[in-house]
């Protein structure tokens, strides 16, 4: 007779060597799943984040590259011409996104290709598609929202027009709160010619809307660089309409016109100037006596510098960099090169969110606020091989230059945020042994011969404007400045100012400020008579001095 205790025993014994059996062959499924997915995830993140060189996941994606160069190895006329711009020719067969330095739009021919009218029947203009303009009113009326002192001071000026007869040809980027700025211009009694300082920035819908209003637009969003060039000469060389007041933004129309029609330039009345590149070649042309009308030197006023430079560029750095690349900054190893007011603001924002941040800087007053703030202040080269990021902001030129890109780890992220495109040293990237590939708008790789990837931005050109908005409300503050400016030189009695570069009279910055304080439902404390005596200042301002350091 058979024990039953026994078998029980025996079929619990036989029961767990099963159980272990299938462990094991899940542990080693497992495994194997594991190693094929982890294949498979380097081989997605090569092309996105910069997998290590050496794995065959990734020379199969370099491969890659050149497969799909087969779908865009004759591209489009408009495709030819906005690649023209910043490839050279020996590195143009490598380059692996034809069409993709213009919008996402179906019609790939170029603006100036077409001919387009508007609902009064004029083609004064060029712009991507005209039949946008009532998305972008509905663009231009979301920025009013938040631009009331702008809309304020229009509606103050209407009645006087103090800018008829004014005849105001800009190179600015083109955007809803730009068009908010051109609208008021426009009220208060001026005509207006327009194009882009930036191929990236010009937002089409709203130069569409422009357009429509009877504003003579000559941007879109892509241009190459003869099309840059093609659209400031149609906005100053037109028949029967001379311009007299100029607003800039880089001074690009400014050196145009000087050297194209200088007969043209010495008849204007003004010139405002809004940032640093440009301020320096007002600069410089009015150290060489060259400079032949009086300009107003907007960047440095107190209104642009403290706040524009400063408050929007720390919100707009991380808007910048979250939209085209999607990182994560904590712990992120990050260079700023430049602690002037844009980088402070960029500082500020990447400290926040945990990020270790250092700082280059020339200029030892600057170095030392970057000290006390609690940056670690170093020379690039010193940090070069470790970093993931490097954000550029001095206005200087060859920041960062190719020597350093060599340099640079697998997936770091380089960008600019100053005006113009010369502190990366992006040329010297347009090399054969090179391969470009556009990863998505404003985004591109550049793959070394071993399969180092770095991630340049808008290809070295303003971040923010270029890839993502900026604040509307501190736009506002700037577009203010910029019109009491224009109103100011148009209308100044014969000898005020000469030839040369101003800046903005403190009233008038404490103006702008207090037009906006408002939205904020901010209270001024206000100065007896005792009080304004006893500091020798006039109860209505201004309240500081002009060398006085906010």
């Known amino acids: 007779m058979s024990d039953p205790t026994g078998e029980a025993k025996l079929e619990v014994k036989q029961a767990s060597k099963e159980v272990k059996e299938s462990e094991n062959v899940a542990e080693k499924y497992s495994a194997l799943t594991v190693s094929k997915n982890s294949e498979m995830n380097m081989g997605e993140l090569s092309s996105a984040f910069s997998a290590v060189p050496t794995h065959k996941p990734v020379k199969k994606q370099i491969q890659f590259v050149e497969d799909k160069q087969e779908f865009s190895r004759f591209p489009t006329k408009a495709g030819r011409r906005s690649l023209s711009r910043s490839i050279s020719q020996s590195s143009t067969d490598s380059y692996s996104s034809a069409a993709s330095y213009t919008d996402s739009s179906d019609d790939e021919t170029?603006?100036?290709?077409?001919?387009?009218?508007?609902?009064?029947?004029?083609?004064?203009?060029?712009?991507?598609?005209?039949?946008?303009?009532?998305?972008?009113?509905?663009?231009?009326?979301?920025?009013?929202?938040?631009?009331?002192?702008?809309?304020?001071?229009?509606?103050?000026?209407?009645?006087?027009?103090?800018?008829?007869?004014?005849?105001?040809?800009?190179?600015?980027?083109?955007?809803?709160?730009?068009?908010?700025?051109?609208e008021t211009l426009v009220a208060l009694g001026a005509q207006c010619r327009w194009t882009a300082c930036n191929i990236y920035s010009t937002q089409n819908e709203v130069a569409a809307a422009l357009s429509e209003t009877g504003v003579a637009v000559f941007a879109w969003k892509g241009e190459s660089e003869d099309d840059f060039w093609w659209c400031i000469d149609r906005c100053v060389n037109t028949e029967g309409w001379q311009p007299n007041m100029?607003?800039?933004?880089?001074?690009?129309l400014t050196h145009w016109m000087y050297k194209k029609y200088p007969n043209v330039f010495k008849k204007i009345r003004g010139i405002v100037e809004e940032s640093v590149t440009g301020v320096h070649r007002l600069y410089q042309l009015s150290k060489a006596g060259k400079l032949c009308v009086p300009a107003m030197n907007v960047n440095d006023s107190?209104?642009?510098?403290?706040?524009?430079?400063?408050?929007?560029?720390?919100?707009?750095?991380?808007?910048?960099?979250?939209?085209?690349?999607?990182?994560?900054?904590?712990?992120?190893?990050?260079?700023?090169?430049?602690?002037?007011?844009?980088?402070k603001g960029c500082c500020a924002a990447l400290k926040a969110l945990g990020a270790i941040v250092y700082v280059t800087e020339i200029d030892p007053i600057c170095a030392l606020q970057a000290c006390m703030d609690g940056f670690r202040v170093v020379k690039l080269n010193e940090v070069i091989r470790q970093v993931d990021v490097i954000i550029t902001c001095t206005g200087n030129k060859n920041v960062v230059t190719r020597d350093q890109l060599d340099r640079m780890k697998n997936g770091s992220i380089v960008c600019n945020m100053g005006h113009s495109n010369t502190e990366i040293d992006v040329a010297s990237l347009r090399t054969p042994e090179l391969?470009?590939?556009?990863?998505?708008?404003?985004?591109?790789?550049?793959?070394?011969?071993?399969?180092?990837?770095?991630?340049?931005?808008a290809e070295g050109r303003l971040l923010n404007l270029s890839c993502s908005t900026v604040p509307?409300?501190?736009?506002?503050?700037?577009?203010?400045?910029?019109?009491?400016?224009?109103?100011?030189?148009?209308?100044?009695?014969?000898?005020?100012?000469?030839?040369?570069?101003?800046?903005?009279?403190?009233k008038m910055d404490e103006y702008v400020a207090s037009l906006h304080l408002a939205t904020f439902d901010a209270h001024l404390t206000e100065l007896s008579?005792?009080?304004?005596?006893?500091?020798?200042?006039?109860k209505n301002g201004p309240f500081k001095p002009n060398y006085y350091r906010y």
């Open 110 to 182: 170029s603006p100036r290709d077409k001919t387009q009218v508007n609902s009064k029947g004029s083609s004064d203009f060029c712009v991507k598609n005209i039949k946008q303009a009532e998305f972008g009113r509905r663009e231009i009326e979301i920025a009013e929202q938040d631009m009331s002192a702008l809309i304020s001071l229009r509606k103050r000026a209407q009645s006087e027009k103090p800018l008829a007869g004014a005849k105001i040809v800009g190179c600015t980027h083109i955007t809803a709160q730009t068009a908010v700025l051109i």
């Open 246 to 252: 100029i607003l800039d933004d880089g001074g690009d």
């Open 435 to 457: 391969t470009w590939e556009r990863v998505r708008s404003q985004v591109d790789h550049v793959i070394w011969p071993d399969g180092k990837r770095v991630i340049l931005l």
């Open 302 to 343: 107190v209104t642009k510098q403290k706040f524009d430079n400063l408050y929007c560029c720390r919100e707009s750095i991380l808007d910048g960099l979250k939209r085209t690349t999607d990182v994560m900054f904590g712990g992120k190893q990050v260079v700023v090169c430049g602690y002037g007011e844009v980088g």
């Open 529 to 538: 008579d005792e009080q304004a005596k006893y500091l020798g200042l006039n």
């Open 472 to 506: 509307t409300f501190v736009l506002s503050i700037t577009a203010t400045t910029q019109a009491l400016a224009l109103i100011e030189l148009y209308n100044a009695p014969e000898g005020r100012y000469k030839q040369d570069v101003y800046l903005l009279p403190k």
